[in-house]
Nanobody, 122 residues
Framework: QVRLQESGPGLVKPSQTLSLTCTVS??????????WSWIRQPPGKGLEWIGY???????YVSPTLKNRTSISRAPIANQFTLHLSSVTPEDTAVYYC??????????????WGQGTQVTVSS
């Protein structure tokens, strides 16, 4: 069974860059037809899909975040990373990484990390 675990800072100051890493165990991030996704949920709001890096290395980022977001991977470490620059308090959310066979189609549970709280505050 694939397991995902997010890691990164819990507190980031405005204008800084947030970097979160997802470590995957139980399966390689370079095999199959898989979308390794980042999703977030701001307080009191619904899930927002941020983007993905596929098992073959292509990336996609939501148009609303494209100007300040990148997603990369480290296959040897079986990790993928989210970089979100120029953060504001509106980026405060629980951030999840997930394994999806169709982007945007999954829900929290199996093949999702447990989530990590990120707060943007000075």
């Amino acid at each position: 069974q694939v397991r995902l675990q997010e890691s990164g800072p819990g507190l980031v100051k405005p204008s800084q860059t947030l970097s979160l890493t997802c470590t995957v165990s139980g399966g390689s991030i370079t095999t199959g037809v898989v979308y390794w996704s980042w999703i977030r949920q701001p307080p009191g709001k619904g899930l927002e899909w941020i983007g993905y890096i596929s098992s073959w290395g292509s990336t996609y980022v939501s148009p609303t975040l494209k100007n300040r977001t990148s997603i990369s991977r480290a296959p040897i470490a079986n990790q993928f990373t989210l970089h979100l620059s120029s953060v504001t308090p509106e980026d405060t959310a629980v951030y999840y990484c997930a394994r999806e066979t169709r982007y945007g189609s999954s829900r929290p549970g199996n093949d999702w990390g447990q989530g990590t709280q990120v707060t943007v505050s000075s």
